[in-house]
């Protein structure tokens, strides 16, 4: 099994941060996700991957200071977590997990907390496969995003979703609104030039939000900070795939009909 490295502000300027590693026209977007990691570091927020140029991460941080709108005291909150390709099914997310609930223990946490979808959401873990490991379901909303937690501290208060998500709605009514932030490599490059194209060719208004700032997202209308997109003004999608024009009415309609 391959050897698991932490990135960190010394390091990162010369290790890949798994997604985008060869799609030069992300290229700045993909500086931009190294920026923001290299800015939370000092947050406590933590990058661990398999010493090899491939897909094999975990990111987590303190819940408290969490791109993310819940409100977990004392828990580390997941961001990504990803196996792909060769490197699936050989304990690789069993061996990123154990090490970041190594460290909530020796930090005293009272859990470890995530968002996901109640069925698989692009750009978010796997929930059976959480479910499996210990997690459980404390919060679900109209959105179809759950919230689980892996529980140390059985006497700890619940995390729960912040307000700004339960309506599952944003505020602006009027064709495509995205929220975006620099947590994903794609995100940027895909919301600025695949969308602004696609909703241009079928004359669709189009609002385009970046989330600047750790109290935009703690207070963003849905979890999933990476990218969320609405339709007059209800949650569609975390598929960044629906930017491209090839991909657009296909998602829309299967979610629409």
């Given at each position: 099994?391959?050897?698991l490295i932490n990135l960190?502000?010394?390091?990162?300027?010369?290790?890949?941060?798994?997604?985008?590693?060869?799609?030069?026209?992300?290229?700045?977007?993909?500086?931009?996700?190294?920026?923001?990691?290299?800015?939370?570091?000092?947050?406590?927020?933590?990058?661990?991957?398999?010493?090899?140029?491939?897909?094999?991460?975990?990111?987590?941080?303190?819940?408290?200071?969490?791109?993310?709108?819940?409100?977990?005291?004392?828990?580390?909150?997941?961001?990504?977590?990803?196996?792909?390709?060769?490197?699936?099914?050989?304990?690789?997310?069993?061996?990123?997990?154990?090490?970041?609930?190594?460290?909530?223990?020796n930090q005293g946490k009272?859990?470890?907390?995530?968002?996901?979808?109640?069925?698989?959401?692009?750009?978010?873990?796997?929930?059976?496969?959480?479910?499996?490991?210990?997690?459980?379901?404390?919060?679900?909303?109209?959105?179809?995003?759950?919230?689980?937690?892996?529980?140390?501290?059985?006497?700890?208060?619940?995390?729960?979703?912040?307000?700004?998500?339960?309506?599952?709605?944003?505020?602006?009514?009027?064709?495509?609104?995205?929220?975006?932030?620099?947590?994903?490599?794609?995100?940027?490059?895909?919301?600025?030039?695949?969308?602004?194209?696609?909703?241009?060719?079928?004359?669709?208004?189009?609002?385009?939000?970046?989330?600047?700032?750790?109290?935009?997202?703690?207070?963003?209308?849905?979890?999933?900070?990476?990218?969320?997109?609405?339709?007059?003004?209800?949650?569609?999608?975390?598929?960044?795939?629906?930017?491209?024009?090839?991909?657009?009415?296909?998602?829309?309609?299967?979610?629409?009909?």
């Open positions: 099994m391959k050897q960190n502000t010394e390091n990162i300027s010369a290790e890949h941060i798994c997604c985008a590693i060869s799609d030069k026209k992300c290229s700045n977007s993909y500086e931009a996700k190294k920026n923001w990691l290299t800015k939370e570091f000092n947050n406590g927020y933590i990058f661990k991957r398999i010493n090899e140029r491939a897909k094999v991460f975990i990111e987590y941080g303190p819940a408290e200071t969490a791109w993310v709108p819940i409100t977990a005291p004392n828990h580390l909150n997941i961001n990504c977590f990803w196996v792909s390709g060769k490197y699936k099914k050989n304990g690789y997310g069993k061996k990123l997990l154990k090490s970041a609930i190594s460290d909530a223990e009272d859990g470890l907390v995530t968002v996901v979808g109640a069925k698989k959401y692009h750009f978010m873990s796997d929930t059976k496969w959480l479910l499996k490991q210990g997690f459980e379901v404390v919060e679900q909303i109209s959105s179809g995003f759950n919230l689980l937690v892996k529980k140390l501290n059985p006497k700890a208060e619940l995390p729960k979703f912040n307000e700004s998500v339960k309506s599952g709605e944003c505020s602006e009514k009027n064709g495509v609104v995205v929220y975006y932030s620099n947590r994903c490599p794609f995100a940027e490059f895909h919301a600025q030039n695949s969308l602004v194209e696609t909703t241009k060719n079928r004359k669709i208004p189009l609002k385009i939000i970046k989330l600047k700032t750790m109290e935009q997202a703690q207070s963003a209308p849905s979890p999933a900070t990476i990218f969320s997109l609405f339709y007059n003004g209800k949650f569609i999608t975390t598929d960044i795939s629906i930017c491209m024009d090839k991909r657009y009415d296909k998602i829309m309609d299967k979610i629409l009909k």
